[in-house]
């Protein structure tokens, strides 16, 4: 049973804008955490942003600080992340993923129970 949905990646040159969307399932997006991670080829997997269930605070990796925006529409149960001035580095796989609570800090991968299908984002130059 599917309980996230990513969508919105595709191939866009530098300095354009992406939005990424992750549909939630079976539980209420106000009440989990919800993170995007991403991927890149030969890389270590990245948090890139997250926002808390709890509370709705948002956080985000030093690389996109400024540049990229998390946001939750509760009615819709989604959460976006907008991604602007995008780079060639930011050219990765990228998840959502979602944990009712946290343990560890947010971008600890290990802690999350439920991932989405991975979607591509390519930054060309």
């Known amino acids: 049973q599917v309980k996230l949905a990513a969508s919105g990646g595709g191939l866009v040159q530098a300095g354009g804008s992406l939005r990424l969307s992750c549909e939630v399932f079976v539980f209420n997006v106000d009440s989990n955490t919800i993170t995007w991670f991403r991927q890149a080829p030969g890389k270590k997997r990245e948090g890139v942003s997250s926002i808390s269930g709890r509370d709705g605070d948002t956080y985000y990796a030093d690389s996109v600080q400024g540049r990229f925006s998390i946001s939750r529409d509760s009615a819709r149960n989604v959460v976006y992340l907008q991604m602007n001035n995008l780079k060639r580095d930011d050219t990765a796989r990228y998840y959502c993923?979602?944990?009712?609570?946290?343990?560890?800090?947010?971008?600890?991968?290990?802690?999350?129970?439920?991932w989405g299908q991975g979607i591509q984002v390519t930054v060309s130059s």
């Open positions: 993923a979602a944990v009712s609570t946290l343990g560890l800090s947010w971008y600890e991968g290990m802690q999350y129970d439920y």
